[in-house]
């Protein structure tokens, strides 16, 4: 999963804006994740957050997998960034330009949910719940989020260089960035086929907004396609093509190749697993009130 809807083969995006850290690696706080966190506190979050993803999704399907990717990056990124001015340079810098996708979608959420239970629902939680429910918007599988996370006030532009994996990694290089984090080998195949929908900007040369779909066959469908691409050699991106290539993880490729509700069901687990690395609970960060900034 080295790319997500838009990044650039040539370097890994750097979202050094926005972004809430549902998984940074801080101080370890006492309080754990619940899917009923926000029962009592704002009973309708979760209705609110799908209502708003399924309208995005309806009107692009490629915001489907704009939505996941957001999520991910702020799972690996292990401190957040803060705010868009701050980081200007970055989020404008030549393979990330005009790269960023999701951010109002995410702050028409904010605005509705701090309407119905003031700042209750942390921007972390919303990336959270989008990513599942733009998964389904595309036809793919449904999993219970774990909520609770809280928002970081921190922001790191080394570990968002250096956690994220990017397009050029080998299957060596894949399976240490994921185990970095916590994650198997088999969860890192199973994540990975998130590139089953969105596009990426990997031009050899020319224009640096030139797009191609990760998976050629069915862009806007979560389903299996992506492979049976890399069975074809069709992999569009080097790190994708890794994962069946002659290496330990063919056998999980053709298996999911093969096999829609082995590969549905391992991805609902890792994703849960992933949303759950080293969340920030209890009295660590806040919960902002605006996602592009901190409190």
């Known amino acids: 999963m080295a790319s997500l809807s838009g990044i650039s083969s040539r ?8 972004f809430c850290c549902c998984c940074c690696f801080a101080a370890t706080a006492s309080a754990q994740l619940s899917s009923s966190f926000y029962n009592a506190s704002c009973p309708n979050a979760l209705p ?10 309806a009107k692009e399907r490629r915001m489907g997998a704009s939505l996941l990717r957001l999520h991910f990056h702020d799972c690996f990124v292990q401190a957040s960034p803060v705010t868009s001015s701050s980081f200007t340079g970055e989020k404008t810098a030549g393979p990330n330009n005009n790269s960023l996708r999701g951010f109002d979608v995410v702050d028409a959420i904010k605005s509705k949910l701090e309407s119905a239970c003031n700042q209750v629902v942390s921007c972390a939680d919303i990336l959270a719940v989008a990513a599942r429910d ?7 599988p449904s999993w219970t989020v774990q909520l609770g996370r809280r928002d970081s006030t921190t922001a790191s532009f080394s570990s968002a ?37 969105g596009q990426a900007r990997c031009p050899s040369s020319g224009d640096d907004d030139s797009l191609a779909p990760l998976d050629a066959s069915t862009p806007t469908a979560f ?10 050699n ?50 660590s960060g806040e919960i902002r009130t605006n996602c592009r900034k901190t409190n």
């Open 223 to 232: 389903d299996t396609c992506y492979y049976r691409n890399l069975l074809s």
């Open 161 to 197: 260089n250096s956690d994220i994996p990017r397009p050029d990694f080998n299957l060596t290089d894949l399976i240490s960035a994921f185990s970095n984090k916590g994650l198997a080998t088999t969860d890192m195949v199973a994540l990975s086929g998130a590139h089953t929908v």
């Open 134 to 140: 733009s998964v389904v918007a595309l036809g793919g």
């Open 48 to 57: 609110i957050i799908q209502s708003a993803v399924k309208a995005a999704v």
């Open 234 to 283: 069709k992999g569009l991106l080097h790190s994708d093509q890794q994962l069946h290539g002659g290496g330990s993880t063919d056998s999980q490729v053709s298996s999911y190749a093969a096999n829609s509700a082995k590969f549905f069901g391992d991805f609902a687990s890792a994703m849960v697993k992933m949303g759950s690395i080293s969340p920030l609970t209890g009295s």
């Open 11 to 18: 370097t890994p995006l750097a979202l050094f804006f926005f």
